[in-house]
Structures are given as structure tokens and as C-alpha cells.
């Protein structure tokens, strides 16, 4: 399992048994503490996890915080840790001043949701009022995977996460307040607009207008991008799609004289019709042989590929189609393996059918 899917995976996992969680400890060993070992760290290795580590603050002595991580002898992420309830805002202060006597270059705060990622960019061993990375686990972006794998303990490089730090955090907030004008338009980046195309001066009753032109015009626009990109997307598919067809008929005619259709191919076929007429009728089932596989098709249409079955090797195979169009094997050990597949296959019509309608 690669690192995108741990996280995935902690994700769900947190998502089905929050509301099963007490308290601050089961928060901990439920869900931070596998989100640590996902990261690479031993958290049963005391020299590269400690739990409950002392940091002196000033005349408080034996303060503790709930995990450090180690690098070669040293302290490197301090980890505070709260219940998944808690509302990290009341809470980050705390994770300050651990900060501020200690050598570490991050500071972790975390409710086992929300995970907050901080350092000193602003001012040196004073860590800074807002992380540079947060993500809410159970929505967290593949952008936001990316970062984080930085922190993961085969790649760990603190100066090189420190260089791309400050530029994560400014581009972080500034995508916050661009998300705030969004929604709410600011009187000063209505103005903006406004200047730029009203002849007159800017009173308060068109300002009161251009404040739902502004935020009308964004809109528009948003959707606007979100249809070409759309367009895109479907018109590089379409000609990759057409590309293949050629491929395909290209290959049919060389392979013509060679294909064979076997009983065993037909046998298959039967078995996929009869899973399949419950719920489309046989009449639409079709099939091609061609030298390589024999194609189960919808409407006998190239574009609308069932499943393929590999009958001439050593080994046997029903292949379908994901939602990428790559292909996916399953290997069979006899006919009637073919029925375990019923499910996908169903779900596979489903979603052809919906595409001609949609």
C-alpha cells in the first residue's frame, strides 16, 4: 500500500469510529498514533518516538508534551495532542511555548481530524501564529498528501521543508482570503473592478451594485473554466478514443486471418449474456474476436467494452475497463469463475448505459 492510500485509509478509519471515542488517550492510540507510523516512525521505539516528553518551561519544570519525534539524536517534531472533539484554537498556545524551549524545527498540533504543521518562518525559535500545512484528514486533497509525505521519515529533510514552508503558508492564506471575497465580496476589491469600468465616482449605491455584479462575474466565470476544462477533457478523450478505434481496426484487419474463435470463448460469452440479461436485453450483448482477446461489447460498439476475455494462454483472464479506461485482469481458474464477476459486470452496463443517456 503506497503512502496516498495509508492516509486514506486513516482517513476512513477516522470517519467510522470518532463517534465511538472517549477520551484524549483513545484519540491517540486510535487514530495519531497510526497516522505517525504512516509516516515511517517507530512509535514504539523510544529513541524515535517518546511519549510524554519533558520540556522545562521557565520555572515549570517536568512540563510534557504528548510525542517527540527524533532525527539522530535530536528532537525534531514536537506532537500535542487532543481529543477529536476539541477545538484546536484553544489549544495552540500551549503548543508555543513547548516550542519555544525546545530545538525542534516543527511543531505538530492535532486532534487526530485536523492536523496543524508548524515552524519559526516568521521569527527564529518562535514558532508562528499560523501553520504553514492543514488539512482535515478524512478530506485531505492529493496537493495536500504531497506535502505532508515531506514530512514522511525516508525522505525527511527539515531544511528543505523549511524552503517550500513559507511559500506553502503565504499561498495558503492568500487562498483563504480569495475564498473569503469570493463569497463575500470586500468593499475594497469591488472597488478594484469598479474603477476599471464605471466612467463616474464610486458612491455608495454603486458600490452596493457592483458588489453583485462582482460577485455574479466571478461566478460566470468560475463556470465558465470549469465547462472548457470540461470540453477539454471530453474532446482529448473522444480523440484518444478514435485513436484506439483505429488502432483496434488496424490490428482486426492484420489479425483477421489468424483469430480463431474457440468453443471456450463462445461458452464464455454465453455465461457473460446470461449474468448481464437481467437487466439489458441479450439482443444488445455482442462480442469480437480478435487475436489477442475476445471483446464483450454493448450495442456492438467499440467504445462500450463489457469485459475481454484472454482464453489463449496458460493462464485465462477476464479483463474490464475502470473509470480511467485501463485495464484490469482477473485471473480465472475456470468458466464458472466468471460468475464471481457478476456484480462488476452489472455495475459496468450501469454505467455505460447512463453515458449514452447522459
Same mark, same amino acid.
Given at each position: 500500500?503506497?503512502?496516498?492510500?495509508?492516509?486514506?485509509?486513516?482517513?476512513?478509519?477516522?470517519?467510522?469510529?470518532?463517534?465511538?471515542?472517549?477520551?484524549?488517550?483513545?484519540?491517540?492510540?486510535?487514530?495519531?498514533?497510526?497516522?505517525?507510523?504512516?509516516?515511517?516512525?517507530?512509535?514504539?521505539?523510544?529513541?524515535?518516538?517518546?511519549?510524554?516528553?519533558?520540556?522545562?518551561?521557565?520555572?515549570?519544570?517536568?512540563?510534557?508534551?504528548?510525542?517527540?519525534?527524533?532525527?539522530?539524536?535530536?528532537?525534531?517534531?514536537?506532537?500535542?495532542?487532543?481529543?477529536?472533539?476539541?477545538?484546536?484554537?484553544?489549544?495552540?498556545?500551549?503548543?508555543?511555548?513547548?516550542?519555544? =524551549?525546545?530545538? +525542534?524545527?516543527?511543531?505538530?498540533? &492535532? !486532534?487526530? /481530524?485536523?492536523?496543524? @504543521?508548524?515552524?519559526? $518562518?516568521?521569527? *527564529?525559535?518562535?514558532?508562528?501564529?499560523?501553520?504553514?500545512?492543514?488539512?482535515?484528514?478524512?478530506?485531505?486533497?492529493?496537493?495536500?498528501?504531497?506535502?505532508?509525505?515531506?514530512?514522511?521519515?525516508?525522505?525527511?529533510?527539515?531544511?528543505?521543508? =523549511?524552503?517550500? +514552508?513559507?511559500?506553502?503558508?503565504? &499561498? !495558503?492564506? /492568500?487562498?483563504?482570503? @480569495?475564498?473569503?471575497? $469570493?463569497?463575500? *465580496?470586500?468593499?475594497?476589491?469591488?472597488?478594484?473592478?469598479?474603477?476599471?469600468?464605471?466612467?463616474?465616482?464610486?458612491?455608495?449605491?454603486?458600490?452596493?451594485?457592483?458588489?453583485?455584479?462582482?460577485?455574479?462575474?466571478?461566478?460566470?466565470?468560475?463556470?465558465?473554466?470549469?465547462?472548457?476544462?470540461?470540453? &477539454?477533457?471530453?474532446?482529448?478523450?473522444?480523440?484518444?478514443?478514435?485513436?484506439?478505434?483505429?488502432?483496434?481496426?488496424?490490428?482486426?484487419?492484420?489479425?483477421?486471418?489468424?483469430?480463431?474463435?474457440?468453443?471456450?470463448?463462445?461458452?464464455?460469452?454465453?455465461?457473460?449474456?446470461?449474468?448481464?440479461?437481467?437487466?439489458?436485453?441479450?439482443?444488445?450483448?455482442?462480442?469480437?474476436?480478435?487475436?489477442?482477446?475476445?471483446?464483450?461489447?454493448?450495442?456492438?460498439?467499440?467504445?462500450?467494452?463489457?469485459?475481454?476475455?484472454?482464453?489463449?494462454?496458460?493462464?485465462?483472464?477476464?479483463?474490464?475497463?475502470?473509470?480511467?479506461?485501463?485495464?484490469?485482469?482477473?485471473?480465472?481458474?475456470?468458466?464458472?469463475?466468471?460468475?464471481?464477476?457478476?456484480?462488476?459486470?452489472?455495475?459496468?452496463?450501469?454505467?455505460?448505459?447512463?453515458?449514452?443517456?447522459?
Amino acid at each position: 500500500m503506497d503512502f496516498k492510500d495509508q492516509i486514506k485509509q486513516i482517513g476512513e478509519r477516522v470517519t467510522k469510529l470518532k463517534d465511538q471515542i472517549q477520551t484524549e488517550e483513545a484519540t491517540k492510540n486510535a487514530f495519531i498514533m497510526p497516522f505517525l507510523q504512516s509516516l515511517g516512525y517507530d512509535v514504539f521505539n523510544p529513541l524515535e518516538v517518546v511519549p510524554e516528553y519533558v520540556t522545562d518551561i521557565g520555572t515549570k519544570k517536568g512540563e510534557k508534551i504528548d510525542y517527540a519525534i527524533f532525527k539522530e539524536g535530536n528532537a525534531t517534531i514536537l506532537v500535542e495532542c487532543k481529543h477529536w472533539q476539541q477545538n484546536l484554537n484553544l489549544h495552540d498556545g500551549q503548543l508555543l511555548r513547548y516550542f519555544h =524551549v525546545s530545538k +525542534a524545527k516543527f511543531g505538530l498540533l &492535532t !486532534n487526530g /481530524i485536523i492536523y496543524r @504543521f508548524y515552524s519559526d $518562518l516568521v521569527e *527564529p525559535n518562535k514558532m508562528d501564529d499560523k501553520p504553514f500545512l492543514e488539512f482535515n484528514i478524512t478530506e485531505i486533497k492529493d496537493n495536500q498528501i504531497e506535502e505532508l509525505k515531506k514530512f514522511h521519515k525516508s525522505v525527511f529533510d527539515a531544511e528543505s521543508i =523549511v524552503n517550500t +514552508a513559507s511559500e506553502l503558508k503565504y &499561498t !495558503n492564506e /492568500i487562498k483563504i482570503i @480569495f475564498q473569503q471575497e $469570493l463569497n463575500n *465580496p470586500t468593499s475594497d476589491f469591488v472597488k478594484h473592478f469598479a474603477k476599471q469600468v464605471y466612467p463616474s465616482s464610486i458612491t455608495a449605491k454603486v458600490l452596493e451594485q457592483f458588489t453583485i455584479l462582482t460577485k455574479k462575474s466571478i461566478q460566470q466565470h468560475i463556470s465558465d473554466l470549469i465547462t472548457e476544462r470540461l470540453k &477539454t477533457a471530453l474532446t482529448k478523450e473522444d480523440e484518444a478514443t478514435k485513436e484506439q478505434e483505429a488502432i483496434d481496426a488496424e490490428l482486426a484487419k492484420e489479425d483477421e486471418i489468424k483469430v480463431v474463435t474457440t468453443e471456450e470463448e463462445l461458452e464464455g460469452y454465453m455465461i457473460v449474456k446470461s449474468i448481464l440479461r437481467q437487466i439489458v436485453s441479450p439482443s444488445r450483448i455482442n462480442y469480437r474476436d480478435a487475436q489477442t482477446y475476445f471483446s464483450i461489447l454493448l450495442d456492438d460498439n467499440n467504445r462500450k467494452t463489457i469485459c475481454r476475455l484472454y482464453f489463449n494462454g496458460s493462464k485465462k483472464y477476464i479483463a474490464v475497463l475502470n473509470e480511467q479506461k485501463k485495464e484490469v485482469k482477473y485471473l480465472i481458474n475456470s468458466l464458472d469463475d466468471i460468475f464471481k464477476h457478476s456484480d462488476e459486470l452489472i455495475k459496468i452496463i450501469e454505467l455505460l448505459d447512463k453515458q449514452k443517456h447522459d
